[in-house]
């Protein structure tokens, strides 16, 4: 299918803002993806005409918002291959893995038990797994990744050692784009009796997501990077967890009957959503992926590599730039420093021309001290971006780095 990518730009009021007096280029995706007008619309439509609460009202505008909101669920399921279910609706990605870390892990880890984490992950994939480490005497131990930013497998492998109980690996590095394959290493964790948790945030926007393919115990992702509204997102669990693992939160919604002798709780996937959730949220973020499964998800990963084909060939002429994370497998995100120049600074200058780049250690400090950096320049491609801003990039920076001297 050939797709008019211009007018599937023109989806998205946003992108027609001008920054400084300059056109946008909005090169953060990674950080956040803009909204089309579909998922704008749907969340106004849910507050002017069907707002209620969930699951609690029977008049007519409970039901329609108790409906829109589970099948808002039933497209989330539907668009990552898995049964709708299985999916517990949440504010995100940190959400979703501090909730497998403290339902799932917190009651199961002892001492003499490790937390396997990969030199990649994202704080959010890190931190819940320490906090769990230092209640239960766990440890943590690290994966290490090679110079061009992809997993070292052999040493991953070797890493999964008896006393590993949980294995938690992004599915996409936020910082270096590297796509990990997360089907073959949940397969030899799951051989030796690891529990999988893959942190799907930066895979979900840009390409097929086949969560039961994969074959994780879990997988994270968020909804406001994949045209979704903030604060939505889910967890997806394997069902014998779901059953197994206690509730995180207390309070309405997730119970069957509470007496003050006990309380019932509900079934998964509503036993671990505690009070009244972000209904509109979910619901744009429904309405996010009937957009992108109309537009097709191959054809957004192919769309993306090739900007990123044409903005990395542009990035490789400019002397004295290093990019980092160079694999071969690759999601559309360039993480680049300039020679004498400041991070910040790049990103301040670029900014006063209208792009719009990431500075920063992106949330992933332990990958900065592996490459010996501070913060990197991040620039961030999705579909909606054309070759027209790739080279508007390429000519700012150019402009910025001579402003810097
Ligand atoms: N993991 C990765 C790889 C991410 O890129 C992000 C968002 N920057 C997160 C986790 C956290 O997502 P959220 O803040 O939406 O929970």
């Known amino acids: 299918m050939s797709i008019d990518w211009s007018a599937v730009r023109a989806d998205f009021p946003l992108l027609r803002r001008e920054v400084h007096?300059?056109?946008?280029?909005?090169?953060?995706?990674?950080?956040?993806g803009q909204k089309p007008a579909s998922v704008i619309e749907t969340v106004d439509d849910f507050y002017r005409r069907h707002n209620a609460n969930v699951s609690r009202a029977v008049h007519a505008l409970g039901s329609e918002?108790?409906?829109?909101?589970?099948?808002?669920?039933?497209?989330?399921a539907a668009f990552a291959n898995v049964r709708a279910d299985d999916i517990v609706l949440c504010s995100g990605t940190t959400f979703a893995i501090n909730l497998a870390a403290y339902s799932w892990a917190l009651p199961r880890l002892k001492p003499g038990d490790s937390i396997l984490l990969t030199r990649m992950e994202h704080h959010a994939n890190i931190v819940p797994w320490q906090l769990v480490a230092e209640r239960t005497g766990a440890k943590i131990k690290v994966a290490e990744i090679n110079e061009d930013g992809t997993l070292d497998l052999v040493a991953l492998h070797a890493a999964m050692t008896p006393d590993v109980k949980v294995l938690g690996?992004?599915?996409?590095?936020?910082v270096l784009g590297t796509i990990n394959p997360v089907r073959e290493i949940c397969r030899e964790a799951r051989r030796r009796g690891i529990a999988t948790v893959v942190d799907g945030s930066q895979a979900m926007p840009h390409m097929p997501v086949d969560?039961?393919?994969?074959?994780?115990?879990?997988?994270?992702?968020?909804?406001h990077?994949?045209?979704?509204?903030?604060g939505a997102g889910a967890l997806w669990a394997r069902r014998e967890h779901l059953e197994a693992m206690p509730p995180f939160l207390g309070g309405g919604e997730m119970i069957?009957?509470?007496?003050?002798?006990?309380?019932?709780f509900n079934d998964p996937p509503h036993k671990f959503e505690a009070g009244t959730p972000n209904i509109?949220?979910?619901?744009?973020?429904g309405a996010a992926t009937d957009y992108l499964a109309a537009i097709g998800m191959a054809n957004i990963a192919t769309r993306e590599g090739e900007l990123l084909a044409h903005a990395t060939e542009d990035l490789s002429k400019i002397d004295g730039l290093r990019i980092i994370g160079t694999a071969p497998d690759k999601a559309a995100v360039i993480s680049f420093l300039v020679e004498g120049a400041h991070a910040h600074d790049l990103a301040t200058l670029l900014d006063l021309e209208g792009v719009a780049v990431r500075?920063?250690?992106?949330?992933a400090h332990p990958l900065m001290q592996f490459y010996g950096v501070p913060a990197t320049c991040r620039a961030s491609f999705a579909f909606y971006n054309t070759h027209e801003e790739v080279e508007a990039f390429v000519v700012a920076l150019q402009k910025v780095r001579r402003l810097l001297g």
């Open 359 to 363: 500075s920063g250690h992106h949330c």
């Open 256 to 264: 069957k009957e509470v007496r003050f002798d006990g309380t019932v």
């Open 225 to 230: 990077k994949m045209c979704g509204p903030t």
């Open 21 to 32: 007096g300059k056109p946008l280029v909005y090169l953060d995706s990674a950080n956040t």
């Open 280 to 285: 509109a949220g979910q619901i744009g973020l």
């Open 169 to 174: 690996v992004a599915h996409v590095s936020n």
């Open 65 to 76: 918002a108790t409906e829109a909101y589970e099948a808002a669920r039933g497209k989330l």
């Open 211 to 223: 969560i039961a393919a994969i074959g994780c115990d879990f997988y994270a992702f968020t909804g």
